[in-house]
């Protein structure tokens, strides 16, 4: 048996199929058992290794005394039942807590799945970044958010986005594992459609992912219309300039012929007078793509939501470009659960 597979406290959520299926093999089971394993795991989110009635006893007494299931350990929700979003408290094997955040929306649950603990970018305006980066998480713990809550909650969990907690394509390897897992159609079978993974722009991930050809949504931070405004904010421009991001927005387009979707965060006196509206228009151009306004929410720091009026001058200004334009309203700020507001500062 291999190093890998007698390790102990392996956790079998993150395995994908093919995996499951190596693994029961190292037990001198066939394969077929892997492919119980994938079912009882993501299909049927079976959450004890003691209600997999259908494994031969001594592989399923053996998963019992060597592995763990689960790599998470649900602490707290924050948040009412009937309220349109809650906010969950995880807590990791090795001691660090992430949050993740479910929202309500008519027919539509989404859920806000983080990907790293804290976070590296260091964009000014977001709680996230307070943390600093820790770690990254591994598909495990990705999927696992998913499968607690799911399990938490009597309605279907119908989109996921990579919004939460840390920077997606800095974790890049693990946030694909994970995106798969979530579209498999064997197992928890989510569209690709409904899966949107967001970055702040780190271009050669762009282009990896547009070359791989992956399926779900992109979504990508934009925030600003120049590059000394995006560099204030953002420091991550400084080496991933906007002009180059657009460029590479532009590749995706043309690999893929999928629109992506910026997302500009609305700040007062930051980035939201008509002149920038008029900015931003120009800086898109033609590019095919979906314009996503959302104003700001606020945190302790220097940054403010601007008002209702500037609000819909701005957005009323940019639908003169050549863009789909929305404006998203964050649900859950009363809980620090909306867009930028995620952060674990206590020990």
Same mark, same amino acid.
């Given at each position: ?96 807590? &992430?949050? #993740? !955040?479910?929202? *309500?929306?008519? +027919?539509?649950?989404? /859920?806000?799945?983080?990907?790293? =603990? ?127 991001? &657009?460029? #590479? !927005?532009?590749? *995706?387009?043309? +690999?893929?012929?999928? /629109?992506?979707?910026?997302?500009? =965060? ?82």
């Amino acid at each position: 048996m291999s190093e890998k597979i007698k390790r102990k406290n392996t956790h079998l959520i993150g395995m994908d199929l093919n995996q499951l299926e190596d693994f029961s093999e190292e037990f001198g089971q066939s394969r077929f058992r892997g492919r119980q394993l994938f079912n009882y795991i993501y299909r049927q989110k079976t959450d004890s290794f003691k209600n997999m009635n259908t494994l031969p006893s001594v592989f399923r007494n053996t998963l019992l005394e060597k592995y763990n299931l689960h790599p998470l350990s649900y602490i707290k929700k924050t948040g009412t039942n009937s309220e349109s979003t809650q906010k969950y408290l995880f807590q990791l094997k090795t001691g660090e807590k &992430i949050e #993740s !955040v479910l929202m *309500y929306d008519g +027919k539509r649950v989404t /859920l806000c799945v983080s990907t790293q =603990v804290g976070c590296a970018v260091d964009c000014k305006f977001c709680a996230t970044a307070k943390m600093g980066f820790i770690k990254n998480l591994t598909s495990g713990e990705i999927v696992d958010q998913y499968l607690a809550i799911s399990n938490s909650i009597d309605e279907y969990i119908t989109n996921i986005v990579f919004m939460g907690m840390g920077e997606p394509f800095l974790n890049y390897k693990e946030v694909i594992h994970a995106a798969n897992l979530f579209n498999h159609k064997d197992g928890i079978n989510i569209g690709a459609q409904r899966i949107t993974i967001s970055t702040v722009g780190i271009i050669s991930k762009i282009k990896q992912y547009s070359e791989e050809g992956h399926k779900y949504k992109l979504a990508i931070s934009l925030n600003g219309n120049n590059q000394k405004q995006r560099v204030d904010i953002m420091p991550i421009s400084k080496t991933h300039t906007i002009s180059d991001l &657009i460029k #590479s !927005v532009w590749y *995706y387009y043309k +690999k893929t012929k999928r /629109l992506a979707t910026l997302e500009y =965060v609305l700040m007062e006196n930051i980035n939201d007078s008509i002149a920038d509206a008029n900015k931003l228009i120009t800086l898109i151009g033609d590019l095919p793509c979906k314009v996503n306004v959302i104003p700001y929410n606020e945190i302790e720091g220097p940054f403010k939501r601007p008002s209702e009026k500037k609000i819909k001058e701005f957005v009323d200004q940019i639908n003169n470009g050549n863009f789909i334009v929305t404006v998203r309203w964050s649900k859950g700020t009363d809980i620090n659960s909306g867009c930028g507001q995620l952060a674990v500062l206590e020990s």
